[in-house]
């Protein structure tokens, strides 16, 4: 079992920043991905950003360029900074692992982007 805590969501004004961090504990492989899904209101869950242990990254079209995922493999943290936020980045956040073939998520935090 591996558990996942965010932190970091607000409401924030569009054009402004915000870091979120995600703390995994439990039975973590050395060799994994962590990453950032979101679910916007009424909309699907989907890939932000996700990044391999060993360094390789991958973002969703739509942030490229605004956001940075980034870990320490020493501390098991993930963290996502957010810039030039949008009203449409607005989305409950997911921290997500997969090691071993399986999926954690964690409980999610709320960002909000206002006009």
């Known amino acids: 079992q591996v558990q996942l805590v965010e932190s970091g969501g607000g409401l924030v004004q569009a054009g402004g920043s915000l870091r979120l961090s995600c703390a995994a504990s439990?039975?973590?492989?050395?060799?994994?991905?962590m990453g950032w899904y979101r679910q916007p209101p009424g909309k699907q869950r989907e890939l932000v950003a996700r990044?391999?242990?060993?360094?390789?990254?991958d973002y969703a079209n739509s942030v490229k360029g605004r956001f940075t995922i980034s870990r320490d493999n020493t501390k098991n943290m993930v963290y996502l900074q957010m810039n030039s936020l949008k009203p449409d980045d607005t989305a409950v956040y997911y921290c997500?692992?997969?090691?071993?073939?399986?999926?954690?998520w964690g409980q999610g935090t709320q960002v909000t982007v206002s006009t």
């Open positions: 439990g039975s973590i492989f050395s060799i994994n991905f």
């Open positions: 990044m391999h242990s060993g360094g390789i990254t």
């Open positions: 997500w692992y997969r090691g071993n073939r399986y999926d954690y």
